[in-house]
């Protein structure tokens, strides 16, 4: 099983900052990993797919890159609505695994 | 408007069985694979399995907590997935998901149903 692990586990940020989250998988995946976002109590929304691929809909302030097993997640431009748990997930072999997650705060 | 709408959850005793549902709409359900993932009060994501499209061969994997209690299936003419659940455990306890993946050769999960919760508790 691939495990998924992310940094930090947690973020306070204040809106207009920059935030960088990591996600860093236990072999080499290519490129099969994917971003989600999650507010509390709604179910999560993809934002990137394929480390670097943007989401239809997903705002421009949200990127992704990375490849192998080191993957970023940036949120340029922090908004006040982006305060969520933000997740990564593998899809490059079963079973399917997420990461533990991130949350981000809003100072 | 591509839409996923779970439902059949609720309290359940220990060792008794739940069958939830999926119902789709808005995109041709027999083209996608379907998901359920579920998670755990204050918990991450957790991927219970899958069921291919029929093209893809209609076959189901799970994870291995579920593995011969869970099964999942489709009626590609009703456009549901149904997740059947026996032998629960205080552990299978939390929200459950449905989810399709983005298409033919696609393995990400782009739109998700708003969950229902599954409790099981004596």
């Known amino acids: ?107 | 408007e591509v839409q996923l709408v779970e439902s059949g959850g609720g309290l359940v005793q220990p060792g008794r069985s739940l069958r939830l549902s999926c119902t789709a709409s808005g995109f041709t359900f027999g083209d996608y694979a379907m998901i359920w993932v579920r998670q755990a009060p204050g918990k991450g994501p957790e991927w219970v399995g899958f069921i291919r499209s029929k093209t893809d061969g209609g076959t189901t994997e799970y994870a291995a907590s579920v593995k011969g209690r869970f099964t999942i299936s489709r009626d590609d003419s009703k456009s549901i997935a149904y997740l059947q659940m026996n032998s629960l455990k205080s552990e299978d306890t939390g929200v459950y998901y449905c989810t399709r993946e983005g298409g033919v050769g696609a393995s990400h999960y782009d739109y998700w149903g708003q969950g229902t919760l599954v409790t099981v508790s004596s």
């Open chain 1, 1 to 107: 099983e691939i495990v998924l692990t992310q940094s930090p586990d947690f973020q306070s940020v204040t809106p207009k900052e920059k935030v960088t989250i990591t996600c860093r998988a236990s072999q080499s995946i290519g490129s099969s990993l994917h971003w989600y976002q999650q507010k509390p109590g709604q179910s999560p929304k993809l934002l990137v797919k394929y480390g670097s691929q943007s989401f239809s809909g997903v705002p421009s302030r949200f990127s992704g890159s990375g490849s192998g097993t080191d993957f970023t997640l940036t949120i340029n431009s922090l908004e006040a609505e982006d305060a969520a748990t933000y997740y990564c997930h593998q899809s490059y072999s079963l079973p399917r695994t997420f990461g533990p997650g991130t949350i981000v705060d809003i100072k």
